[in-house]
Nanobody
Framework: QVQFVESGGGLVQPGGSLRLSCAASGSIFSIATMGWYRQAPGKQRDMVARIASGGSAIYADSVKGRFTISRNNAKKTVYLQMNSLEPEDTAVHYC?????????WGQGTQVTVSS
Protein backbone atom coordinates (compact mmCIF):
# COMPACT_ATOMS: atom_id res chain seq x y z
CA GLN A 1 0.00 0.00 0.00
CA VAL A 2 0.99 3.62 -0.60
CA GLN A 3 1.88 6.27 1.96
CA PHE A 4 2.12 9.96 1.09
CA VAL A 5 4.15 12.92 2.35
CA GLU A 6 3.08 16.38 1.19
CA SER A 7 5.40 19.37 1.09
CA GLY A 8 5.78 22.80 -0.49
CA GLY A 9 3.10 24.80 1.27
CA GLY A 10 3.63 28.20 2.79
CA LEU A 11 2.49 31.79 3.01
CA VAL A 12 2.18 33.75 -0.23
CA GLN A 13 0.59 37.00 -1.34
CA PRO A 14 -2.41 37.04 -3.67
CA GLY A 15 -1.23 36.45 -7.22
CA GLY A 16 1.74 34.42 -6.07
CA SER A 17 2.69 30.83 -6.83
CA LEU A 18 3.54 27.64 -4.99
CA ARG A 19 4.51 24.16 -6.11
CA LEU A 20 3.35 21.30 -3.93
CA SER A 21 4.94 17.86 -3.96
CA CYS A 22 3.56 14.53 -2.84
CA ALA A 23 6.10 11.77 -2.34
CA ALA A 24 4.63 8.30 -2.37
CA SER A 25 5.79 4.89 -1.30
CA GLY A 26 4.29 1.59 -2.33
CA SER A 27 4.22 -0.75 -5.28
CA ILE A 28 1.06 0.37 -7.11
CA PHE A 29 1.70 4.10 -7.54
CA SER A 30 2.46 3.86 -11.25
CA ILE A 31 -1.05 2.61 -12.11
CA ALA A 32 -3.08 4.60 -9.58
CA THR A 33 -5.02 7.75 -10.35
CA MET A 34 -3.85 10.41 -7.90
CA GLY A 35 -5.59 13.48 -6.59
CA TRP A 36 -4.90 16.67 -4.73
CA TYR A 37 -7.51 17.71 -2.19
CA ARG A 38 -7.92 20.70 0.06
CA GLN A 39 -9.87 21.64 3.15
CA ALA A 40 -10.38 25.28 4.05
CA PRO A 41 -11.41 26.42 7.53
CA GLY A 42 -15.04 25.54 8.13
CA LYS A 43 -15.36 23.75 4.78
CA GLN A 44 -15.47 20.17 3.62
CA ARG A 45 -12.53 18.49 1.94
CA ASP A 46 -12.82 18.75 -1.84
CA MET A 47 -10.85 17.46 -4.79
CA VAL A 48 -9.02 20.18 -6.67
CA ALA A 49 -7.28 18.08 -9.32
CA ARG A 50 -6.61 14.48 -10.25
CA ILE A 51 -4.32 12.79 -12.74
CA ALA A 52 -4.42 9.32 -14.24
CA SER A 53 -1.39 7.11 -14.61
CA GLY A 54 -0.99 8.16 -18.24
CA GLY A 55 -1.16 11.87 -17.45
CA SER A 56 -4.72 12.91 -18.26
CA ALA A 57 -5.97 15.45 -15.72
CA ILE A 58 -9.24 16.78 -14.36
CA TYR A 59 -9.58 20.04 -12.39
CA ALA A 60 -12.18 21.60 -10.18
CA ASP A 61 -13.77 24.62 -11.82
CA SER A 62 -12.41 26.90 -9.11
CA VAL A 63 -8.79 26.18 -10.05
CA LYS A 64 -9.02 25.46 -13.77
CA GLY A 65 -6.56 27.60 -15.68
CA ARG A 66 -4.54 28.42 -12.57
CA PHE A 67 -3.34 25.04 -11.27
CA THR A 68 -1.50 22.25 -13.06
CA ILE A 69 -1.20 18.71 -11.75
CA SER A 70 1.61 16.47 -12.95
CA ARG A 71 3.33 13.26 -11.94
CA ASN A 72 6.62 11.47 -12.28
CA ASN A 73 5.96 7.77 -11.96
CA ALA A 74 9.65 6.87 -11.78
CA LYS A 75 10.03 9.19 -8.78
CA LYS A 76 6.65 8.20 -7.32
CA THR A 77 5.82 11.88 -6.96
CA VAL A 78 2.77 14.01 -7.77
CA TYR A 79 3.01 17.78 -8.13
CA LEU A 80 0.58 20.66 -8.03
CA GLN A 81 1.73 23.92 -9.57
CA MET A 82 -0.47 26.70 -8.20
CA ASN A 83 -0.39 30.08 -9.92
CA SER A 84 -2.43 33.25 -9.49
CA LEU A 85 -3.26 32.23 -5.96
CA GLU A 86 -6.27 33.80 -4.28
CA PRO A 87 -7.21 34.12 -0.61
CA GLU A 88 -9.93 31.54 -1.28
CA ASP A 89 -7.17 28.99 -1.99
CA THR A 90 -6.14 29.07 1.67
CA ALA A 91 -6.45 25.49 2.91
CA VAL A 92 -4.62 22.42 4.05
CA HIS A 93 -3.72 20.49 0.90
CA TYR A 94 -3.58 16.70 0.80
CA CYS A 95 -2.75 14.05 -1.75
CA UNK A 96 -4.35 10.66 -1.97
CA UNK A 97 -5.53 8.13 -4.48
CA UNK A 98 -8.60 8.92 -6.51
CA UNK A 99 -11.07 7.87 -5.34
CA UNK A 100 -9.39 8.56 -1.97
CA UNK A 101 -8.67 5.85 0.53
CA UNK A 102 -9.69 7.06 3.96
CA UNK A 103 -6.83 5.42 5.83
CA UNK A 104 -4.25 7.21 3.68
CA TRP A 105 -5.11 10.80 4.67
CA GLY A 106 -2.00 12.36 6.18
CA GLN A 107 -1.07 15.69 7.70
CA GLY A 108 -1.17 17.67 4.47
CA THR A 109 0.63 20.93 3.82
CA GLN A 110 -0.76 24.36 4.66
CA VAL A 111 -1.24 26.94 1.92
CA THR A 112 -2.05 30.45 3.12
CA VAL A 113 -2.74 33.26 0.66
CA SER A 114 -2.85 36.62 2.38
CA SER A 115 -1.56 40.17 2.16
Amino acid sequence: QVQFVESGGGLVQPGGSLRLSCAASGSIFSIATMGWYRQAPGKQRDMVARIASGGSAIYADSVKGRFTISRNNAKKTVYLQMNSLEPEDTAVHYCNNWPPLEYLWGQGTQVTVSS
